[in-house]
């Protein structure tokens, strides 16, 4: 880690506002989640759905963080496809041959 200029550093103990950047990442795959099921009226139970694709999301939209590109860009040095995209929720059927 210290050849490619990462330093490790320790914060106290429950003080999360030390920590600002995770817990406002936390807090917005929380809210994120949480508008997804309540959108497509779905129980808690499919939370880990909801925040997988609300992630995916996430990795394919533009950020300030990266110049004209998406996460998905930045890792995989390729435009992201959204012809996939659906609404979260919507009706789905499985063809099984």
């Not at 998905?72 to 659906?86: G, M, Q």
Request: glycine share 6%.
């Amino acid at each position: 880690m210290s050849e490619r200029g990462i330093e490790r550093q320790h914060t106290t103990r429950s003080t999360p506002q030390q920590n600002g950047v995770a817990e406002r990442t936390n807090a917005l795959l929380d809210k994120g989640t949480a508008c997804l099921l309540a959108d497509a009226h779905l129980p808690a139970s499919f939370w880990g759905e909801a925040l997988s694709c609300f992630l995916h999301i996430l990795n394919i939209s533009p950020t300030s963080a990266l110049k004209d590109k998406t996460p998905f860009e930045a890792f995989l040095c390729r435009k992201p496809s959204v012809e996939h995209l659906h609404v979260f929720g919507c009706q789905a059927y499985v063809h099984v041959q």
